[in-house]
């Protein structure tokens, strides 16, 4: 399964667009990107998952290049309740969630 | 739709105390189930999962042990929990086949956050 690497953390205001990337430079040809959010005492919710180009939801927006060796989630106009850790996830659909390890995410923090 | 339960949410257990911890899901058949611990401020270690009644691989050697009775039912126990043991505990599900237009991904429960005194 392809490692995954994300910042640590992030700081932003309220009312900025938040992005966050992930490296995946081991990417396979069958695998998906996932990005989930968590918050304090919660489990981690689906926000967005892609294969190639371009996907957006009503939540976010998920950039991959062409050699799908990282991906950019981006978060418009972030508020105050977007404070969370964001975990981005690669694998194939066909065996997804097996051996899958979540790494440390990235502890998005927006200020007022 | 889909849904998940986990219970119970809040659990105090004392040292050398047995333990049971049960995830069931709606909705949905032949799921693949996943048992995962996080420690405070830490990220998620995948315990247990499974794709099939009966059919456990263990991601970690530890004092925890899963059972899957049934196909939407996954249980996480000990016979004597350890200080160590304490934790969040978030039980999940993703579809054993992907199918068209949906997302390939976990859901999560709510979890249970165990203290071991």
């Known amino acids: 399964l392809a490692k995954t690497t994300q910042p640590i953390s992030m700081d932003s205001y309220e009312g900025q667009e938040v992005n966050i990337t992930c490296s995946h430079n081991n990417i396979a040809t069958n695998d998906y990107i996932t990005w989930y959010q968590q918050f304090p005492s919660q489990g981690p919710r689906f926000i967005i998952q892609?294969?190639?180009t371009k996907v957006t939801n009503e939540v976010a927006s998920l950039f991959i290049p062409a050699d799908r060796k990282s991906s950019t989630l981006s978060l418009p106009r972030v508020s105050l309740s977007d404070t969370a850790v964001y975990y981005c996830l690669v694998g194939d659909s066909w065996n997804y969630g097996q051996n899958f390890v979540f790494g440390p995410g990235t502890r998005l923090s927006v200020l007022p | 739709s889909q849904t998940i339960h986990q219970w119970p949410a809040t659990l105090v257990q004392p040292v050398g105390s047995p333990l049971s911890l049960e995830c069931t899901v709606e909705?949905?058949?032949?799921?693949?189930l996943y048992w995962y611990r996080q420690a405070a401020g830490r990220g998620l270690q995948l315990l247990f999962y499974?794709?099939?009644?009966?059919?456990i691989s263990s991601e970690v050697p530890q004092n925890l042990s899963a059972s899957r009775p049934q196909d939407r039912q996954f249980i996480l126990s000990s016979k004597k929990l350890l200080l160590s043991d304490s934790g969040f505990y978030l039980c999940?599900?993703?579809?054993?086949?992907?199918?068209?237009?949906?997302?390939?991904?976990?859901?999560f429960g709510s979890g249970t956050r165990l203290t071991v005194v």
């Open positions: 499974s794709v099939g009644i009966g059919q």
């Open positions: 999940a599900w993703s579809p054993r086949v992907p199918e068209e237009d949906r997302n390939y991904g976990y859901t």
């Open positions: 892609g294969y190639k």
């Open positions: 909705g949905t058949s032949n799921p693949n």
